[in-house]
């Protein structure tokens, strides 16, 4: 018999979750703090122009998410582009991401350039990460590209994404970033990245519209506010002040979250929870009039920026106006996160002239910024082991976040894919 389930967040995992339920033949409701889906991956009013506050590509291993198309009958709206790659370095932008790229980089000796092709060579080849699972990410890439590789190409890709938390990252969730990208390609020296017409709104759209049809609900500007537990089962969540009653809810909203929401978790788990640790972003969005570069991606290692690169989000997926975002990944307690967005506007502006001088401030049509508490989970070595199991020892209750499918980075297709597994779990 079809069991009502209450689903807690309405980003990618959260709707994945709802979707498969119905499937089943369930009746999910879907409770959502924020007044859209999306989470991440959500829309926002652009000056006319409706696109998703983070920039959002996909890759060819992306199988879930293009499972999902498929099923939801949007798989046409599917895009793949030859993309490029650069690097801002010493002043200079220079093609990179391919081995004659790499081969003919400026400022950096031969034999670093071998190491360091060789490195991101073998990690698209391999496939088990677990001898990786219990070593530090900068030892490792230390040890195979050498100081001065790692110091030019390296160094400041850590440094202004995981700050403080930089000496103690999984060198297997690093590797899983590297493979990634570097698998999708039409071949060594061309790669390949996709993009959904109508950006992720298109793919949100075909999941709300399945899963209402199918009977379930999405509340929106509908934050859950506790979890209510009782003699070791789940009876309800408090939303607005009265009780939901539900027997089986599914949490998918961030992990550091949970322990205000559900204060009568067993204390040892409450502590694991609150030992998760989360990058923020504040992520700038720029619509120009002339474009910055060719690029779709550019790395940059410039002492006057502190950012370890940018997207040129209209290089991949063609638009009216050359759009550009630049994320500053921090940790939430930084100082500068509590920064007003004119300090980031203003560092973007500045930081685009400095690497195309023919922009002007006329070029700039709007910029704006988007900021995320809990953007990426920082995944120490054996990160899994730390991570209590979905499945928690209250009766009718699982919680999980991007972190639970460690050691992929978080993605629209991972979220998808573990969301949907979850849901065969929750009503067996
Ligand atoms: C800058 C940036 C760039 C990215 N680029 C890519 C990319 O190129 N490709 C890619 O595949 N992925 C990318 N991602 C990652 C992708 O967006 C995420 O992996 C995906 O959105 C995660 O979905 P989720 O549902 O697991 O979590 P989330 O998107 O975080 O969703 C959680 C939801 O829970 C809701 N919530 C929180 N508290 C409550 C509460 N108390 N009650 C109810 N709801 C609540 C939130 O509002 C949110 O909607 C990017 C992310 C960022 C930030």
Not at 171 to 200: C, D, H, M, N, Q
Not at 339 to 363: A, G, H, Q, W
């Amino acid at each position: 018999m079809g069991q009502r389930v209450a689903v807690l967040g309405a980003g990618p995992m959260g709707l994945a979750v709802a979707y498969q339920l119905t499937q089943d033949g369930h009746y999910p409701v879907v409770f959502e703090a924020d007044d859209r889906v999306g989470g991440m991956t959500a829309s926002f009013d652009f000056n006319g122009l409706e696109i998703e506050r983070y920039y959002h590509f996909h890759c060819i291993s992306d199988h879930a998410f293009l499972q999902a198309l498929g099923e939801l009958g949007i798989a046409d709206k599917m895009r793949w582009v030859e993309t490029k790659m650069g690097y801002w370095y010493q002043g200079r932008l220079q093609p990179w991401g391919n081995p004659v790229a790499l081969m003919k980089f400026r400022g950096l000796s031969l034999m670093a350039k071998f190491r360091y092709g060789l490195h991101a060579l073998l990690c698209t080849k391999r496939n088990d990460w677990l001898p990786l699972d219990s070593l530090d990410a900068v030892s490792w890439i230390k040890r195979w590209v050498g100081k001065e590789a790692y110091e030019i190409l390296w160094r400041r890709l850590f440094d202004y994404k995981f700050y403080d938390y930089s000496d103690n990252l999984s060198a297997a969730w690093i590797w899983s970033r590297i493979r990634r990208i570097g698998r999708s390609r039409f071949s060594l020296s061309r790669e390949k990245l996709g993009y959904l017409e109508g950006g992720s709104e298109t793919l949100l759209q075909a999941l709300k519209d399945a899963i209402e049809i199918a009977g379930g609900e999405i509340r929106l500007k509908s934050p859950a506010e506790k979890l209510i537990i009782e003699g070791g089962k789940v009876v309800g969540i408090q939303v607005a002040g009265q009780l939901e009653i539900f027997d089986r809810v599914v949490s998918t909203i961030p992990l550091p979250y949970v322990p205000q929401l559900m204060p009568d978790l067993p204390q040892d788990i409450l502590s694991q929870f609150a030992a998760k640790k989360n990058i923020a972003v504040v992520c700038v969005i720029a619509k120009l009039k002339r474009p910055v570069t060719e690029n779709f991606w550019l790395n940059t290692n410039d002492p006057e920026m502190d950012i370890p690169g940018l997207v040129e989000y209209s290089n991949l997926r063609p638009l009216d106006k050359h759009v550009v975002y630049v994320p500053f990944y921090l940790p939430s307690e930084h100082p500068m996160f509590a920064e007003p967005d004119e300090v980031f506007l203003s560092k973007v502006r500045t930081y685009l002239k400095k690497i195309n001088p023919r922009l002007c401030d006329e070029d700039f049509i709007d910029v704006r910024a988007s900021r995320y508490r809990y953007a990426q989970p920082i995944c120490e070595p054996r990160y899994l082991d730390t991570l209590p199991p979905v499945s928690l020892p209250v009766k009718g209750l699982w919680v999980a976040d991007t972190s639970y499918y460690y050691p992929e980075d978080r993605g629209i297709s991972e979220s998808i894919g573990f969301g949907r597994q979850l849901a065969k779990i929750v009503v067996i």
